[in-house]
C-alpha cells in the first residue's frame, strides 16, 4: 500500500518551533516561498512561542503550583462548542493548533499568578518585558512580514523575520556551538547604509536562543553574524559565520 505525504499545511507548526529536518524541513520550506497562508501561521505560531517564552523567564514565587493546582478544583471549565450553524464551513485547522492554544492557557493562568504576586519593585523590570514582547508580536504580525532562514559556518541555524514597513527585523537561533564567556554571537546589518550593530544573541537554552529585535532596516540590507569579544564591538572583527540576504 503506499504511503500518504503528510499534508504540508500541517507542519507551519512544527516548522515554527524547529521540529522538522533533512528532507521534511526542505519540502516545507519549498511550499512555504509560495503559500501566503502557511507563511501567516508560522508567524502566528513564532509569536506564540515567544510569548511562551517571555512568560517562562519569570521565576515562580514559592507555592504557586499548589495555588493553581488548588485552583483548577474550583473553577468550572467551560464545554466545549461544538454547533455549527448551517450553510458555515468548518474551518481546517493544524493538529498543533489545540497543542499550542492548550500551552497558551496553561501559561495565562501561571502568568496571572506570578503578577498578582510579585513585589511592586519588579514592575518596571516586566513592563520593560511586555513592552518588548509587544514590539515583537508587531513584527511579526506585519502584513509584509517574510521569514528566511540559513544555517551558518560554525553550525546551528538562523531564522529571521523582517517587516520592510516597521524597518525592524527579529532574530532567533537554533543549534548554535556555545561560546565561552570571553566571546558573544553579534548580528549586524550591512547595507547601503554600511555595516550597524544590530545586537547580541543571549546565551542559548536547550540549544536556542531568545527572539533579538532590531531596528532601522534599509532596503538592501543583509544580516551577518560574528562572533566577538563579550559586550560586543561597534564593527566586526571576524570574519561573518552567516551573510543571509533579507527578504524583499
Avoid at 503559500?35 to 501561521?41: L, P, V, Y
Avoid at 509584509?144 to 538562523?158: C, L, Q, Y
Avoid at 549586524?188 to 537554552?205: E, F, K, Q, V, Y
Avoid at 566577538?228 to 524583499?248: C, D, W
Wanted: aromatic letters at 2%; glycine letters at 8%.
Amino acid at each position: 500500500m503506499k504511503l500518504r505525504r503528510p499534508n504540508l499545511h500541517a507542519l507551519a507548526g512544527p516548522y515554527a518551533l524547529d521540529a522538522l529536518d533533512g528532507a521534511e524541513r526542505d519540502r516545507f520550506e519549498r511550499h512555504l516561498r509560495g503559500c501566503r497562508t502557511c507563511e501567516n501561521e508560522v508567524r502566528g505560531f513564532a509569536a506564540t512561542a515567544t510569548a511562551l517564552a517571555l512568560a517562562a523567564a519569570a521565576q515562580p514565587p514559592a507555592g504557586l503550583r499548589e495555588r493553581v493546582l488548588a485552583a483548577t478544583t474550583v473553577t468550572r471549565q467551560l464545554p466545549p462548542v461544538i454547533a455549527r450553524r448551517r450553510g458555515v464551513p468548518a474551518v481546517s485547522r493544524s493538529p498543533w493548533v489545540p497543542r499550542l492554544a492548550l500551552a497558551v492557557g496553561a501559561a495565562g493562568v501561571a502568568a496571572a499568578a506570578v503578577l498578582a504576586a510579585v513585589q511592586v519593585s519588579t514592575q518596571d523590570r516586566l513592563n520593560s518585558a511586555l513592552a518588548h514582547s509587544q514590539e515583537i508580536a508587531v513584527v511579526l504580525a506585519a502584513p509584509d512580514a517574510r521569514i528566511a532562514s540559513a544555517p551558518t559556518t560554525v553550525g546551528g541555524t538562523a531564522i529571521v523575520v523582517v517587516s520592510r514597513t516597521e524597518r525592524k527585523m527579529v532574530v532567533t537561533s537554533s543549534g548554535l556551538p556555545e561560546l565561552p564567556s570571553s566571546k558573544v554571537y553579534e548580528l549586524w546589518l550591512m547595507g547601503p547604509g554600511g555595516t550597524r550593530p544590530a545586537g547580541l544573541l543571549p546565551p542559548p537554552s536547550s540549544g536556542k536562543t531568545a527572539p533579538v529585535l532590531a531596528s532601522g532596516v534599509l532596503a538592501g540590507d543583509t544580516v551577518g553574524m560574528t562572533v566577538e569579544p563579550a559586550g560586543g564591538t561597534s564593527s566586526p572583527t571576524t570574519t561573518p559565520i552567516l551573510v543571509l540576504p533579507l527578504p524583499a
